[in-house]
């Protein structure tokens, strides 16, 4: 194509290769483009891959914490406004909860966790979620 439209134009020489080889760089930087633009997409994809497979794994790791709570509702809650004496009480109750449900003598060692779920409200008695470390 290059040819026709040099001769037709009468072109020297010099002229045509210029053309040629500035139509050859643009190719070669059309190249590059399409180059950097697989790799990029490439690089999203392995992104995307690594991403959902965290999202799998934390999944799991939720789902296996949910598996050591046990939520208990019913149980009573002192009408005590200061937190750290309704703490010591609610540790109390949950002790002896779990050792009348349980036949082991110290069941409340395997307790990592424990508390009352929802705002604190005078004269309402909270769930509590207790969570254990096996």
């Known amino acids: ?17 210029s053309l040629i080889d500035s139509r050859f760089e643009e190719e070669k930087k059309n190249e590059e483009v399409h180059t950097n633009f697989r790799k990029l997409i490439k690089e999203q994809e392995r992104e995307r891959n690594e991403l959902a497979q965290r999202e799998i794994k934390e999944t799991i790791v939720r789902n296996i914490a949910k598996r050591k709570s046990v939520i208990v509702s019913g149980l009573r809650e002192d009408n005590i406004r200061n937190w750290q004496e309704r703490k010591k ?30 705002k604190y409200e005078e004269g309402k008695t909270r769930a509590i979620k207790i969570t254990l470390k096996s």
């Not at 194509?1 to 290769?17: H, L, R, T």
Request: glycine share 4%.
């Open 1 to 17: 194509m290059e040819s026709k439209f040099c001769k037709s134009e009468k072109w020297g020489k010099q002229a045509c290769i």
């Open 89 to 118: 009480m609610e540790e109390e109750r949950i002790r002896n909860l779990l050792n009348q449900i349980s036949e082991e003598d110290d069941v409340f060692s395997e307790v990592e966790d424990y508390m009352r779920l929802g």
